[in-house]
């Protein structure tokens, strides 16, 4: 049973507007939660994280966004570019604990 | 450029073969990982690392085993690859375990048949 569930496989939004990537959880004893991106034929690649003390995290154009209450995340992209076009992997760690990791979404950023 | 080196990049092998996949990092990290990426189930932790000389099984660790002869090295081995196998894998390191992100390498993929 999947601990991490990133529900979207796919995503498909236009250049400049927002893309929401969603993500739940399951286990109440995560304290951590990250996003990686990854392109074709290369590893995936760390985005941006949040502590469970925080609601919100903002780096450029990424914001995430964690409702404990839910078990829920999400990943906000504000504009949206073409370059963005990645799979999205949502991962979530419990003090100690090793990652775990969800299905992934694939975003397509259309121009 | 400083990072995560996987070989080979693909490799196609006979059920019951022996395989050894390589993964070399040059940041001095201390943890290692070894993921398999399979669609619809992400990346699944096959074994681990802490340090030098220590090693961990991870969430699908049948038939695979691991060695971490030194800081920079940990290869996977596949005693007798079987069809099941057939995945993308992906070597990371972190420099302080899950206490900091991964750093991942291209990955291999590998196909059995």
């Known amino acids: 049973d999947q601990q991490v569930k990133q529900n979207s496989p796919s995503l498909s939004v236009q250049e400049g507007r927002i893309s929401i990537l969603n993500c739940d959880y399951t286990?109440?004893?995560?304290?951590?939660f990250l996003w990686y991106k990854k392109y074709p034929a290369e590893g995936p690649t760390f985005l941006i994280s949040i502590s469970s003390i925080k609601d919100k995290n903002e780096d450029g154009r990424f914001t995430v966004f964690l409702n404990k209450s839910a078990k829920h995340l999400s990943l906000h992209i504000v504009p949206s570019q073409p370059g963005d076009s990645a799979v999205y992997f949502c991962?979530?760690?419990?003090?100690?604990?090793?990652?775990?990791f969800g299905a992934g979404t694939i975003l397509r950023v259309k121009s | 450029i400083a990072g995560i080196t996987q070989a080979p990049t693909s490799q196609i092998l006979a059920a019951g073969r022996r395989m050894t996949l390589r993964c070399t990092q040059d940041m001095r990290h201390n943890a290692m990982y070894w993921y398999r990426q399979d669609l619809g189930l992400g990346l699944r932790l096959i074994h681990y690392s802490n340090t030098a000389g220590t090693t961990g099984k991870g969430e699908v660790p049948d038939g695979y085993s691991v060695s971490r002869a030194n800081t920079d090295d940990f290869p996977l081995t596949l005693a007798s690859a079987v069809p099941s196998q057939t995945s993308v894998y992906f070597c990371?390191?972190?420099?302080?375990?899950?206490?900091?992100?991964?750093?991942f390498g291209n990955g291999t993929r590998l196909t059995v048949t």
């Open positions: 286990n109440s004893m995560f304290d951590y």
């Open positions: 991962a979530a760690i419990e003090y100690g604990n090793k990652l775990v």
């Open positions: 990371a390191s972190s420099e302080r375990g899950t206490a900091s992100p991964l750093h």
